[in-house]
């Protein structure tokens, strides 16, 4: 039997257990727990600790770490988030993997404390300049977000690219127990920069850049095409289905059992990666569902896109996506069903 | 015949900077400096982003080149990861006094046991010579097109100097020229030290060198070692403004 | 005797090596190099083989024979 | 499931109390979350958290509609009491909730003078204890032993097993109160 | 008969007509210009010009000016634009208008010197945490940079949000003649900070999240009903319809005329406002239009999404939308041509 | 009959800081300088992230919350905007020193006619009690779980000390304490005499404040009182480091 | 007689006042504010209106009675 | 509409060239365009830019396919010749280009000895200046008379006029320039 852990203290453990033995970052609520379990656990373990100036700081020395073949990782929250931009971007310019992990909380520019999602289309469109994408993946629960960190950090090295775990401050807050596999020993990444000069590394300025964006591009189509992650409810005969990640997802889990209880033929799509997202899931939807529901804790609905962009893209372009979002906090099963009703009665509009 | 000075074999490639300009010079020290402690083979030239990013194709050896500003951090990184290598953090006045000012102040705060090499120009090269935070009291910039006027931008920035003052554990700390052999020789001496340092564990160490950017001065490139050797060692003095305690 | 190697293709006429030379055994080339530039020739009469050229260079044009030191 | 909402005062030991119910239920091989309160009221002021627990999966951690209320002080108990789920219990520290209790006809409040006796048992910080005592038998999926075993455990994994008598006596003196 | 004028210097002269006097910035090619120019010209009219440690700070500065209600603008370039994202976002949630003119070079991270467009999506979906939007509106002509440059101010001050004019390299770079209008005087705006305690400021941790989210979303629904613009070339017939900004849009703007007089039916969207993105336009295409191809100076294609969100949320969600993409560079008439022939003959397929 | 001390008008609301916390001392005493130059109706309060987020909405006067470690460069926008007007900067060490370490020394280089009030309680308050720039060494925080080790992490930042070094222009550095009341006293005249130096044009001033956070360290009220003054005094002097020129 | 001003609603018992003052003047009430403190209350026959509570105090406490200076 | 490409080394004045040619364009009411190469090698080098002009708008204002090279040394004719129209013509300096030049049957080759006349007129750094009217002669669109006085007002207006007469003088070898 497994004890209460805080979210924030499992992503930390998660990371240790799958190698990581570099950390740098820099304190903010609702993430602050991540980096002072850390400051006990990574010295335990031999690891390097580093409290930067700043985020932006962090990222760059995450940088130096992951230039040199070490798992490396940060953690921040929203705005905080918006300051390792720059890193991020040059790291995935860079091809070094890291993984960044974003305790969403709600709101722009400084934002609130509250738990939100108000990040999606920057964590995965990339706030950063260019055609970079970094995974994102999003838990929904405590066991979730341990197997993710292990699986961020393993296609970041795969793919030689940044991984962003994208959770909301609720569940780097809440508590819940959880099992942890064994510590796992990773060695530096070959062809890493540890002064022995084993490899030339090409100047930014004497790249090929023509074939790097086809390079890229097809890297990216390739990774759409084998990584999406998702978890589905009864899509075979739902007239409605309803898509919501992380804690939002997970209140829809909940919403859509009570709901076809009740005899609603509803389904649920829980995007796990969010970036590539889960386009499959939609394939396998039944042909004559009514409508999508996009739930979101943010303001102006932004996953909503991915799902019109996926339908757009499918054999259900003409199908309708309407959006129910709260701006913060953890959409509750009771109006999310609510909301369910009132798209089922024709009581609102879609939004594409 | 034997040779007695020789370029660096980690330098066997041409390197793009304009005629006179004053980086050539510390690239070829610095190499020099490695060969002389004999780690090639155990050597990061990690780099910022002003006309010394034009040096890391020529330079064969481990090399990395970081975003405008944050040499400092990524030089972090790597020494943490790499603690027997000799990490140097080549940068220039703008990269590490402006935009980078934070990450090269929190560095020597940190006590990085990283060599930070700031090559100072008075001007942003790269970017066609707009001022720095080193451009001196009445130098005319493409953004002080009537001459530095340090009522509103404040004056330049002795940065060696306040680390010296600021930072007490600071390993080595000092700033040289390439504008006459007796400098060279002596800013190779500094660099010297400061490798010796690194690798001897005592910490952070800086040289600040005072380089010619004939291009952007609109000098030729003797008269912009006379420029320096006039004007500006007298604001940034040459010498050492901490040194090794003896271990 | 040669005291002093050069690679003109590296010279950017930058007249450094030209002030610094003690023995002013430094001129330019009629040649043009592959940059466009005259590069520098060196007068080995008057050379003494004091590396002062090699030191101030910023495009590593020269070596200096002899032995170290 | 249960949905319980723990309430009170910065100090008074709330967050722990919700803790120490979602740790017996885990012990019981229950699915349990706990989350405490966010927003932008951080120093000093209210805190609260809830707690959930059940057979099945804790789908929503976050508060929704609960089952149980403990209120250690007024403005929880007015700020929270109307969002109790109707039939539900609301357990009051009766020493420290003055105002009127009576305020709906659908659910039971049940009065514990939690802070008076804590001191009078000499534990004057054991009176969250004696309220998971309380809540552990007001929510009815918990027996004494458990609760007790569940308890105990928590604190002793902790390094905290000091209080452990002390935790044990105020626990039964909650679970065993009559109203 | 007006002048040639580079263009970088025509985006700073027009920001001094349209009645800007404060000015912060940092230096990055291919927008170092801007600044260079002001340099000289904002003392002579008795504003103010600073140089900033870095484009994080300039941002910073901004906004004390803007919250002081003097009319501010900053301008960099993709990777400087990087470092404004927490500035941007903040002053978006304190309702603060600047304008910031985005040189955009092509590419991640630092990127390179190249002309191109891959910063689309940064800059129409925030690079910052939350939310927010900024008027995104892209020049094709120096001419059009200079209205655009008036218009970006008003609609700032208008919403009292940000206006990021999105240009590219080679628009600041290149030279054309062009017209000014004659010096605005603007005054300080009403109710802003300027030592007198003419008005309550409420602070971040005070204000009423839940009705400014729906506030927000009314007013950007608002802005997209009222404030689209674009340029257009024969829709009615159209069989493609080719849709592409900036240089890419000038050059097809020409592909599509010398298309035309070949007998090809092909239309053009030129968006001018890429947020709000110009669905009107597209719902005046022709009903039995055949495709739409986004040509775009970058590597993965961006606005793309733009275009298909448009379809999906009208009647024309079947229409298959293509893509050019080629890296950086401006699109050259003869590769569109050759691009839309290859689309017509039916051997590139749709990406949406 | 009449009032002789009289908390400033501005601040007719409470206060939400933790029992003892030496941010309300200061935040009086700002308001009472405001009140004694008569500048109550020309002033900006413009205030960075920490603790101190909570006494904007007492303090009635034109007031700014900036992004966490802008402050000083919002500051300058105020101040170039608003040249007559008396602009506070208030930040924390956490704000002022490590985040916004790039803005706090650039202002300071610039010399830019802003007061920074920059409250030293050695950690990061509103976070939680992590290790700041200023966390005394061996000091415990929620990352020094076992003291702070200078070895990695660097010896504690004297920042005043460093600009009254660095600076030539900048017109008035000091560092004072809430912890007695000669100490307020004194720190209030150093209030007074930044202000002044700032009404009269003279350039950048920076008081430091130590400043108790008996939460996150800890302690009773007394005891961290008692911290400041036994332990804290020793490493950061309190006085004047750059008094002002006579003008 | 009354030499200072009390708002007892804001007093968080942190108990410096307490400490500093010269004369012993300060203990707390046994009433309860509404953050659940116990207000100061001064004893008027000790208190000798020297200000030090005010200039102590944090939250905003006191006023002094008397002339300026 | 007429595409000219400028190409030479940094110091060629080149760029110069180019912009007087779309300024006399402009001062024929003609729409014009000039744009400068951009990329990685930003220290000496070469330089080229691209100067387009017309009746109608200029639509693409970089590289496509120009009509007219002009090409002040090897590299730049050697990179640059394979992309001019076919039916165009390459302008170069024969005192520098001195590789072997007939490469394309379908283009025109001109070769002027510019540097030289220029060092011989006694204006050496007038060569850029010389190829202005060798240009504006082989364009077929701009008369002597338009480019002379397009040419001098652009100077005058950057405050150049001193070299007023040189230019004119060199204007008009260039254009009256005899194969
Ligand atoms: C974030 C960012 N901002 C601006 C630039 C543009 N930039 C490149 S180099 C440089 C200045 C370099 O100056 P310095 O470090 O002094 O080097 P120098 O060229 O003078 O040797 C600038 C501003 C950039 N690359 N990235
Ligand atoms: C970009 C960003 N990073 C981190 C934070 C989280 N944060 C808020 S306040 C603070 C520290 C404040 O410390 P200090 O300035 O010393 O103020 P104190 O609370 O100690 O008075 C931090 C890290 C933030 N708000 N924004
Ligand atoms: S611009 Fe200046 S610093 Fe850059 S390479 Fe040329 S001379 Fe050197
Ligand atoms: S070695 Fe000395 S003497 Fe010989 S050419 Fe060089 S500088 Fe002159
Ligand atoms: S110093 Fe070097 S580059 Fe300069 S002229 Fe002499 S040899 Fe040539
Ligand atoms: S946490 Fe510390 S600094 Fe913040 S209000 Fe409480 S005592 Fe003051
Ligand atoms: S005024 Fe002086 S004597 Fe009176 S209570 Fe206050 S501190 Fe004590
Ligand atoms: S100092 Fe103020 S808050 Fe503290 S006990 Fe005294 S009156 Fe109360
Ligand atoms: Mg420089
Ligand atoms: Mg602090």
């Known amino acids: 039997m497994e004890d209460m852990i805080k979210g924030n203290h499992a992503f930390a453990e998660a990371a240790i257990r799958a190698g990581a033995t570099f950390y740098a970052g820099y304190p903010i609520t609702p993430s602050s727990e991540i980096m002072e379990y850390l400051s006990v656990r990574l010295p335990e373990i031999g690891g390097v600790f580093i409290q930067a100036e700043s985020e932006g700081a962090s990222m760059n020395i995450l940088t130096g770490a992951s230039a040199s073949g070490v798992r490396c990782f940060t953690a921040s929250s929203s705005v905080g988030m918006t300051l390792k931009q720059e890193g991020i971007s040059h790291m995935a310019d860079s091809y070094l993997p890291f993984l960044a992990i974003n305790v969403v909380r709600y709101g722009t520019g400084l934002g609130t404390l509250d738990t939100g999602q108000s990040d999606y289309l920057r964590d995965t469109r990339g706030g950063g300049s ?183 893209k499918s054999d259900k372009s003409s199908k309708p996506v309407y959006m129910f979002v709260d701006a913060f906090g953890v959409p509750t099963m009771k109006k999310i069903k609510a909301n369910f009703i009132r798209v089922k009665n024709g009581e609102i509009k879609e939004v594409y | 015949m034997a040779i007695a000075k020789k370029v660096p074999e980690m330098l066997s490639k041409q390197i793009s900077f304009c005629p006179g300009c004053g980086h050539g010079v510390v690239v070829r020290l610095l190499a020099e400096c490695v060969e002389e402690l004999k780690m090639e083979k155990n050597v990061i030239f990690n780099v910022g982003v002003g006309c010394y990013s034009l040096a890391t194709p020529s330079i064969e050896a481990d090399k990395f080149d970081t975003l405008h500003g944050r040499a400092s951090a990524v030089a972090t990184g ?39 090499i700031t090559v100072n120009n008075t001007n942003y090269g790269m970017t066609g010579g707009q001022m720095s935070a080193t451009t001196m009291p009445g130098q005319k910039t493409t953004t002080s097109p009537h001459g530095r006027d340090c009522n509103t931008t404040g004056m330049p920035i002795k940065f060696p100097e306040m680390v010296a003052a600021t930072f007490p554990n600071a390993a080595y700390v000092a700033r040289g020229s390439v504008t006459t052999p007796k400098y060279v020789n002596q800013l190779k001496k500094y660099i010297l030290n400061a490798f010796k340092a690194q690798l001897n564990n005592e910490g952070y160490s800086l040289i600040e060198v005072l380089s010619p950017c004939p291009t952007n001065w609109k000098m030729t490139p003797l008269q912009s070692l006379e420029r320096i050797n006039k004007e500006l060692v007298d604001y940034y003095p040459l010498g050492e403004f901490k040194t090794r305690k003896e271990k | 005797m040669k005291k002093v190697l050069i690679r003109e293709e590296r ?35 008057l050379c003494i083989g004091c590396g002062i050229c090699y030191t101030m260079c910023p495009d590593w044009v020269f070596e200096i024979l002899g032995d170290r030191g | 499931m249960k949905e319980i909402l723990f309430a ?38 209210t805190a609260n958290c809830t707690v959930k627990f059940g057979n099945e999966m804790v789908y929503n951690p976050a508060q929704e509609e609960p089952d149980i209320l403990l209120a250690m002080n007024n403005p929880s108990f007015q700020k929270f009491v109307g969002m109790v789920a109707p039939g539900g219990t609301v357990v009051i520290d009766s020493s420290l909730v003055t105002c009127d209790t009576n305020v709906r006809e659908d659910i039971t409040v049940i009065g514990v003078p939690s802070s008076e006796m804590a001191i009078e ?40 097993s000091k209080f452990e008598e002390m935790n044990t006596k105020a626990f039964k003196l909650g679970y065993n109160f009559k109203k």
Chains 1, 5 share one sequence.
């Open chain 2, 78 to 116: 790597f020494k943490r990861c790499n603690p027997d290598t000799l990490v140097i953090s080549y940068q220039g006045d703008g990269d590490a006094y402006s935009i980078g000012v934070g990450e090269s102040f929190s560095a020597a705060y940190r006590n990085e046991n990283i060599t930070v």
């Open chain 1, 130 to 312: 260019g055609d970079y994408r970094t995974f994102v993946l999003s838990p929904y629960s405590l066991q979730e977000a341990v197997e993710l960190i292990d699986r961020g950090f393993e296609l970041a090295d795969k793919y030689g690219m940044g991984t962003i775990l994208h959770t909301e401050a609720a569940l780097g807050q809440m508590m819940e127990p959880c099992t942890f596999p064994e510590m796992k020993k990773v060695e530096r990444r070959h062809g890493s920069i540890d002064g022995t000069y084993s490899f030339e590394r090409i100047s930014p300025l004497y790249r090929d850049r023509l074939k790097e964006a086809i390079d890229e591009k097809a890297k990216y189509d390739s990774i759409k095409e084998n990584e999406q992650m998702w978890a589905e409810e009864s899509l075979e005969d739902a007239e409605y289905v309803i898509v919501a990640y992380g804690l939002a997802g997970r209140s829809a889990t909940g919403a859509v059992k009570q709901l076809r209880a009740e005899g609603h033929k509803v389904g649920l799509i829980r995007p796990i990666t969010l970036w590539p997202f889960p386009e499959k899931a939609f394939a396998k939807v039944n042909k004559d569902v009514k409508g999508f529901i996009s739930v979101e804790e943010n303001a102006t609905g932004q996953m909503v896109e991915d799902i019109a962009l996926t339908l757009k």
């Open chain 3, 11 to 45: 010279c950017k006429q930058c007249g450094i090596c030209v002030d610094a030379c003690p023995k002013n055994a430094i001129s330019y080339s009629s040649e043009i190099n592959l940059n466009g530039y005259q590069p520098v020739v060196i007068d080995d009469d």
């Open chain 4, 121 to 160: 048992m000499g534990h004057a910080k054991g009176a969250n204890i004696i309220m998971v005592g309380v809540i552990a038998n007001v929510s009815g999926d918990i027996t004494e032993e458990e609760g007790i075993s569940g308890m105990n455990e928590m604190f002793r994994k902790k390094g905290k």
């Open chain 4, 8 to 45: 009170g005062l910065g100090g008074q030991g709330i967050l722990t109390s919700g803790l120490v119910i979602s740790q017996i239920a885990v012990s019981k091989d229950l699915n349990a979350t706990w989350i405490p309160q966010y927003g932008a009221a951080m120093r000093g002021g």
